[in-house]
């Protein structure tokens, strides 16, 4: 089954991995970046320097990820990373997760030749899981089916979660949702009788599940990553959870050939140092920061 | 060897989201939590949680969540950040024996959480209120907090509005 997430005879992941190598360190450097620019509220948190320290290693890592000592970079890195996730457990953000995931198989697998091969289908499983997961647990949790979470996030989530589907609603309930009581036992019902409202929330499981069972088979695959990436850059409209994209969609392009990763790879590097200016104070906030304040 | 430990690791990060949902259920562990992919797929987090001290043949008094000493507060913080994200899973153990070793005068303690969340089945909310007590002697009785202790300051169950600010997440996801 490994070799399910196998690319096209004869290709080489190499220049594709080395990008998403440094591109994972970068993710690491951003977030400790962010977490001395703006600090947890952790009762136990450490002073800036310290994350700043660990933000200034990360970013050697990164630049040296440049070289032929990527790996060494990863290996280097690793337990710094190790240290922060133990640090900031139990509210360890997913995304921050699966970048210490994948920075520990670039620390154990070399990019190029037979481990190479096997690192780019690790990783493209991990995609294709983390795709098919997310659609899961939605239909788990059992709020999407009418809508109910979209309802909810409509009613009293961040302003633009209502312009960014508002539009699929009738007025009446747009406004019998926003002036239903957040925390009021009792309140409700969180849904919503309009078709185009209720098949979007399903759409968003669904296309989820679907896309990632896509990725697995090759005639469906360009189309699937394709799909998954406008999903994921449409996420972006309302929660705005950069950071996630900026790993997950160059786990995604890891199933195109690699010279797009390396193509790409400069204007991933430009947001990252954009999300640390405008988290420092440079202007932005609307666009890349979310309603919180934070990444 | 390599290509026998890369499929053990992709069977566990396959099953882990499985494991993870299991103890959203049973132990009220947060959705948003632990690496399960469950990001979005319900509200964040709406708890509110108190400090009561009990003493035996006395009223339990309710400590003023606003003014906490520093020490409780920071104590107070990491088990409530601890409580959200593992539910179940989070010990009392070590904030209540600090307060029970800063109050000689309280013969236990209670940690009530109430938790605001959507039903799926009425799309409306709905509150739980657990309490976790730890008394001094090492009995096992739980003291039932009442509800009345959020009205000030949290949920206030069968009306339509209120003054409210649950605790707020450390971060954001």
Known sequence: MLDWTAGPPGESPEVGLRALRVLVLAHWATQLWAWAIQPLTLSSDLPRSVYAAAAVLFTASCVMAFTERGRQACLF???????ACAHVFPVLPNHTGLAFLVLALFAWLDVRGEDGQLLSRTLRWMTVLVFIWAGLQKALNGLYFQGEFLAWMVAHGPALWGHVFGWTLPAEELARL???SRFASGAGP?????LPFVLVANAVWIGEVLLGLGMLWRPTRLWAVLGALVLVCAIQLAPREWMFALLFVP?????????????LLPLFLAIDAILLAVLAGAPGAAVFLKASGRL | MKRRVACV???LFAAWPALQ?????????????????AMYSVPGSMKTL???ALRDGAEPQLLNHEVYPPEVERLVTTYRWRKQALGELASADRLAETLLAMHTDWDGVALPMVTLALDPESARTHVVLATTTVWRDGRNDTWEAPLSLFMERGV?????SGPVAPDRNPRTR
């Not at chain 1, 890195?77 to 240290?83: G, Q, R, T």
């Not at chain 2, 206030?156 to 339509?160: L, N, Q, T, V």
Request: glycine content about 6%; hydrophobic content about 55%.
């Open chain 2, 156 to 160: 206030r169950p069968g009306r339509a």
């Open chain 1, 251 to 263: 786990l995604l392009l890891l199933f195109l050939p690699g010279v797009w990763l390396r193509r």
């Open chain 2, 21 to 37: 949902h299991t103890l959203v259920r049973v132990y009220d562990v947060d959705p948003w939590r632990l690496c399960g992919w």
């Open chain 1, 178 to 180: 926003q002036t239903l």
């Open chain 2, 9 to 11: 690791f992709l069977l």
């Open chain 2, 50 to 52: 108190r400090v009561v």
């Open chain 1, 190 to 194: 969180y849904r919503a009788a309009s």
């Open chain 1, 77 to 83: 890195a690793l337990p710094i990373a190790f240290a």
